[in-house]
């Protein structure tokens, strides 16, 4: 180690983290507790990234990661290249959720590697798929397939770092963030106590701006690929949703002056504006919470969080606006025709899939009928019993949108070389 201008270089892991307890709030998290892995790590006397570093690192790394980018994320990868996928919106999450961790003192490391984790679990074709793979194991009363689960299922189980273990072998800090990026449980996970507010205030900011990111911009994906011009052209009622949506945004910009078109050729600058003005409602409010309830140390965020309460809030007239934007877009937005078209193509491929596996479980790649016939071998954990239904819910919960229309010709097309 050599001084340079009074700093010691290169910097270890020690002193990454020690400088963090300088320059972070008292009520960030600095470095994960003594336990937080459940395998002990190995690392070299000169390693030089901090804990959280080392899990955003696995995570960049693991396959899982690289296939978001060609996931769908509202419009299937296919139809468009500027549209965005499940990679795209994870990179912008994680950028909003590092800015504003920095403007509150927080650890934007931890920040950082919960909004890159947080979508690992999502299926091809987004959530009509997810929403099919619910529905055939609450019916056999095999569990229940919520993507938020599932993102920790992958970093837990289905990806490996080593042959001693399952799974990435993340800090809990990180895994409780991913798990409660939304609030849809089934029970597992229950040392992670998965139906309360995150306990840091890093995953209740992930949380937050992940709904933030997904809005704002699947409404421009929408106005940029004309589906809402065309929509408006041919559904009175749909012209009048579309126009509230407008009334909330202005309300919102009242002070910048934008110009809002949902035309296809219109700019859609003011969605920049939009999201400028949320990250910055979040923020200031955020400050207010923290300083009306006298929050001081990461203990009172966990107190607070264990009653049901996040700290991490908009403003009371920004929330409510956003709730009712919310819901507009849902039921405009994601009610196009042609987008439910594309939903109902994605759940015929995936439930010919599905039952395929179920009936022959031997068309399975090896790995994975590896693991359904040795279902007994697999690590179960808490509140979850491992079953052949769930493997095959792995199997197609990990392909890419591309990769299920390649396997679905391949298994049903007997044309098709294998």
């Known amino acids: 180690m050599v001084k340079i201008n009074g700093l010691e270089l290169p910097r270890n892991r020690g002193l990454i983290e020690d400088s963090y307890a300088t320059i972070l709030a008292p009520f960030a998290v600095v470095k994960p507790k003594e ?27 693991s396959k899982a990661f690289r296939r978001l980018m060609y996931k769908t994320q509202v419009f299937v990868n296919h139809e468009g290249d500027h ?58 009363e ?47 996970y229950k040392s992670l106590n998965p139906r309360k507010p995150c306990f840091s205030l890093e995953g209740q900011v992930v949380q937050l701006v992940d709904t933030v990111a997904y809005l704002c911009h699947d409404l421009q994906d929408g106005i940029e690929s004309g589906l809402i011009e065309n929509a408006i052209s041919k559904n009175v009622d749909f012209k009048r949703d579309i126009d509230e949506i407008v009334a909330i945004i202005n309300d919102l910009l009242v002070s910048e002056n934008k110009e809002i078109g949902v035309t296809k050729y ?34 009172d965020v ?47 491929v995936v439930k010919d899939l599905f039952e395929t596996f179920v009936n022959n479980p031997r068309l399975l790649p090896p790995e994975e009928l ?8 697999l690590p179960n954990y808490s509140g979850f019993t491992n079953n052949e239904i769930h493997v095959i819910c792995d199997y197609i919960a990990g ?3 591309r990769f299920a229309l390649e396997e679905h010709e391949r298994i049903r097309n007997p044309h098709i070389k294998i």
């Open 35 to 61: 336990d937080s892995r459940e395998h002990e790590d190995k690392l070299p006397e000169n390693e030089n990234r901090g804990s959280f570093q080392r899990d955003r690192d696995r995570i960049i790394h």
């Open 83 to 140: 549209f965005r996928t499940r990679l795209t919106h994870t990179l912008e999450v994680a950028q909003f959720a590092r800015g504003i961790s920095k403007s509150l003192a927080l650890n934007e490391d931890l920040a950082e590697a919960i909004a890159l984790g947080h979508d690992l679990g999502h299926t091809p074709f987004g959530h009509a798929v997810e929403r099919f793979l619910d529905e055939e194991l609450k019916t056999r």
């Open 142 to 188: 095999m569990g229940r397939f919520y993507h938020n689960e599932q993102s920790v299922r992958v970093v837990d189980f289905i990806e490996r770092r080593s042959d001693d273990y399952f799974g990435l072998n993340l800090t809990s800090e990180v895994r409780e963030g991913i798990l409660k990026h939304n609030t849809d449980s089934s029970g597992i």
């Open 266 to 299: 219109s700019n859609t600058y003011f969605i920049d504006s939009l999201i400028h003005k949320l990250i910055m409602s979040v923020t200031e409010q955020s400050v207010e919470n923290l300083a009306a309830k006298k929050i001081q140390t990461l203990e």
């Open 302 to 348: 966990k107190s607070l969080a264990v009653k049901g309460e996040s700290l991490i809030t908009l403003r009371k007239d920004d929330e409510d606006r956003f709730e009712k934007l919310k819901s507009l877009i849902y039921k405009s937005v994601y009610g196009i025709h042609t987008i439910q078209t594309m939903d109902s193509k994605a759940v015929t």
């Open 370 to 377: 590896n693991k359904y016939m040795h279902i007994e071998e």
């Open 399 to 401: 392909m890419t949108d």
